[in-house]
């Protein structure tokens, strides 16, 4: 049984409004190494959001954008126009423990839509954003990491791993077993990255009737401006 109560108190979206939904937890590294780009953070996501505000299968997505430093910290899944777009950073790295959790609540929580709507076509996508390597991990080791992404690639979901600055490499991403990686070397393009190469990524995943696994940043790769990072799988 999960740990995770779905009860009616928590404002998860389950109002989709088409025979499919799209699903995504973004697992956002706030550790400390991260406080030099908390408002780029921030004006990223403002940017994502407002990205999706004349996409016309808006209603079929929702959205957790949930963190880690030194403890997993989850937030609700949510309709685009809801989310969250606060953001700080302290502590350390638990990325592990982060992986094994929230590859949890979003099982619980996908478990929870098909119960709820009914609906067959669900597509999942997880990803992972990290700029340091993992440092805290209390719950769980690289071992966990690795099965947890199997398992996950395994149910048919797409997992994406984000490597922010210099200080680590997607090689990490694709150790772990991650379907698609990335770099962003240049802490610059943050903002640009989050509200445009992934926005579009999001948007070519949400319309796409299957999975983009291996594939989730190309649909996006000649689109916007990718200067400061590149793709590796």
Do not use: C
């Not at 499919?20 to 956002?28: H, K, L, W, Y």
């Not at 030194?70 to 937030?75: E, G, I, Q, V």
């Amino acid at each position: 049984m999960s740990k995770y109560n779905f009860s009616s108190e928590q404002k998860n979206y389950y109002d989709f409004t088409s025979d499919r939904a799209n699903i995504f937890i973004m697992v956002i590294d706030k550790s400390g190494s991260m406080d030099i780009n908390i408002q780029g953070v921030r004006d990223g996501i403002q940017m994502f959001q407002k990205s999706f505000e004349n996409f016309s299968d808006i209603n079929t997505i929702a959205v957790s954008i949930s963190y880690f430093d030194d403890k997993f910290h989850k937030t609700d899944f949510k309709h685009i126009s809801n989310l969250d777009t606060s953001y700080s950073a302290h502590g350390w790295t638990a990325m592990y423990d982060a992986i094994v959790e929230g590859a949890e609540y979003l099982n619980a929580y996908v478990a929870e839509v098909s119960e709820r709507t009914g609906l067959e076509k669900i597509n999942v996508t997880f990803i992972v954003f990290a700029d340091g390597e993992t440092n805290s991990d209390e719950k769980a080791d690289e071992s966990d990491a690795r099965k947890t992404i199997k398992a996950l690639n395994y149910a048919g979901y797409t997992t994406v791993f984000v490597a922010f600055g210099e200080a680590i490499t997607s090689e990490i991403g694709e150790e772990l077993g991650f379907q698609s990686t990335l770099d962003v070397k240049n802490r610059n393009t943050l903002v640009n990255f989050l509200g445009v190469k992934l926005s579009q990524s999001v948007k070519e995943q949400s319309k796409s009737i299957k999975p983009l696994g291996s594939n989730f940043f190309s649909a996006a790769a000649d689109k916007g401006n990718s200067e400061g990072y590149s793709q590796t799988t």
